[in-house]
């Protein structure tokens, strides 16, 4: 497995998750990394991105100011900080790797996708 995604799980409206990203990537510092979500019936969108430098970000609109991403390039992990949890964000949420150095926001730019970890936020 070469991006595994972890720490979903149930919490209620208010709440806080820190999801995280292993990546078993040598080049894992080379290029940006995303995390997207995908509710039931509704297609996957954009959530957050990170340049390889843990330094340029960006956010869907919906998430700004609530949720923070970030990365540890020593140790291959991208993380994504959600607090002030809304019903809303319910879905699966996945990370994905993107081969620029820059963060982007089209799905289409990814080709490296780990395995989605749950998250419920209860009203």
């Known amino acids: 497995v070469q991006l595994q995604a972890s720490g979903g799980g149930l919490v209620r409206a208010g709440g806080s998750l820190r999801l995280s990203c292993a990546a078993s990537?040598?080049?894992?510092?080379?290029?940006?990394m995303g995390w997207f979500r995908q509710a039931p019936g509704k297609e996957r969108e954009f959530v957050a991105s990170?340049?390889?430098?843990?330094?340029?970000?960006f956010y869907q609109d919906s998430v700004k100011g609530r949720f923070t991403v970030s990365r540890d390039n020593a140790k291959n992990t991208v993380y994504l900080q959600m607090n002030s949890l809304k019903p809303e964000d319910t879905a699966a949420y996945y990370c994905?790797?993107?081969?620029?150095?820059?963060?982007?926001?089209?799905?289409?730019?990814?080709?490296?996708w780990g395995q989605g970890t749950q998250v419920t936020v209860s009203s």
């Open positions: 994905a790797r993107t081969r620029r150095a820059t963060p982007a926001r089209a799905a289409g730019v990814y080709d490296l």
């Open positions: 990537l040598r080049t894992f510092s080379s290029y940006a």
């Open positions: 990170i340049d390889k430098y843990n330094i340029s970000t």
